[in-house]
Nanobody, 122 residues
Framework: VQLQASGGGLVQAGGSLRLSCAASGGTFSDYGMGWFRQAPGKEHEFVSAISRGGNLKHYRESMKGRFTISRDNAKNTLYLQMNSLKPEDTAVYYC????????????????WGQGTQVTVSS
């Protein structure tokens, strides 16, 4: 499956962004999906995961209440709604597909999008 992330940009602290990840070349609903991010000089960090049908979701603790993951299997698209953004949320955000259920480690994801830059100014 091929993944294409979009929706990043520059936003002020407290603002919102919605990231999208379009999937092609596979059966989208066969995959658990996730979002990771990588800030400059840091390792990839798990953000959120969602099950194949979208009924199960998991978030990194610091994102709970601010970020919402969702998917539309009819449109082969994954979303990440990000509210109350903070400067420390600045990173390249990646979507990824996994054969697992609510996978939280990078190694569990076999397919990755190219990343979209999110910059939060203070």
């Amino acid at each position: 499956v091929q993944l294409q992330a979009s929706g990043g940009g520059l936003v002020q602290a407290g603002g919102s962004l919605r990231l999208s990840c379009a999937a092609s070349g596979g059966t989208f609903s066969d995959y658990g999906m996730g979002w990771f991010r990588q800030a400059p000089g840091k390792e990839h960090e798990f953000v959120s995961a969602i099950s194949r049908g979208g009924n199960l979701k998991h978030y990194r603790e610091s994102m709970k209440g601010r970020f919402t993951i969702s998917r539309d299997n009819a449109k082969n698209t994954l979303y990440l709604q990000m509210n109350s953004l903070k400067p420390e949320d600045t990173a390249v955000y990646y979507c990824a597909a996994s054969r697992g259920v609510l996978a939280t480690t990078k190694a569990e994801y076999g397919y990755w999008g190219q990343g979209t830059q999110v910059t939060v100014s203070s």
